[in-house]
């Protein structure tokens, strides 16, 4: 498997806080996952562990 097959993409609107896998309600984690342009941000949840990318990138 590819690290970034189990990274669900995410489109934000106002506030991305509670975990749509496990409901997890007080914000996430954040990841830098090396990509061709530079890093990517992942967030990640702290509870179950969720992966989800918002499309920020650095």
Known sequence: MKVSEDIKKINLDEEFRVC?????EL???SSFLRSEKG???ILICPDCGARY???WRM
């Open 20 to 24: 749509p896998q496990c409901s997890y």
């Open 39 to 41: 890093y990517r941000i």
């Open 27 to 29: 914000g996430f984690h």
């Open 53 to 55: 990318d918002v499309g």
